[in-house]
């Protein structure tokens, strides 16, 4: 069979890129509501605002999932859907909102666009002490954040120093060799 005689699906199986612009839309979807959960998270239309933005992308993205033949099924919209369903009527600190949305966003680009999800379990042998050791790491700094001064502290030190008297240093001579 000759390449211009087959058949969408024939096409979709031996390109497979449907699943890829399929991803490709519900991460347009999740940085759609970063950006609402972010500019909304204090107002009370939140959960209307969000569900709505949530919905209509997903109906959007069946849309085009029609014109380009993709597969988007029910995996796809539970995918879409949940989370703002879940950001939306739990009401968490709007850090952990966005942490949760980044998180999914970068398992997803991981999986699909790294071919993680192709990958044998080698790979997660690999990410598991990474992922210790960026943990470790972060915590290693904490000390250096919370010995950083506030800002009064800072001022009271600048003050200090503007009214120190300069330090009355006198070169010393350089020692001669005898």
């Not at 120190?164 to 001579?173: E, H, I, N, S, V």
């Amino acid at each position: 069979m000759t390449d211009h005689n087959r058949t969408i699906e024939q096409e979709q199986h031996v390109e497979s890129h449907a699943p890829y612009l399929t991803v490709f839309f519900v991460l347009l979807n999740y940085t759609a509501m970063e950006y609402v959960y972010a500019k909304c998270h204090q107002l009370a239309v939140l959960p209307l605002v969000l569900l709505g933005t949530a919905i209509g992308l997903t109906i959007v993205t069946s849309i085009f999932a029609g014109l380009y033949h993709l597969k988007f099924n029910r995996r796809w919209v539970y995918l879409t859907i949940v989370p703002a369903v879940l950001l939306a009527f739990f009401h968490l600190p709007l850090i952990l909102g966005l942490m949760i949305l980044a998180i999914t966003k970068a398992a997803l680009v991981g999986i699909w666009f790294m071919h993680l999800k192709f990958e044998g379990k080698w790979v997660y042998y690999m990410l598991v002490p990474a992922g210790v050791l960026a943990v470790i790491f972060t915590v290693a700094l904490y000390p250096d954040m919370a010995m950083q001064p506030t800002e009064q502290e800072q001022e009271k030190q600048e003050e200090e120093l503007s009214f120190a008297p300069a330090p009355m240093c006198l070169p010393l001579p350089y020692p001669t060799i005898s």
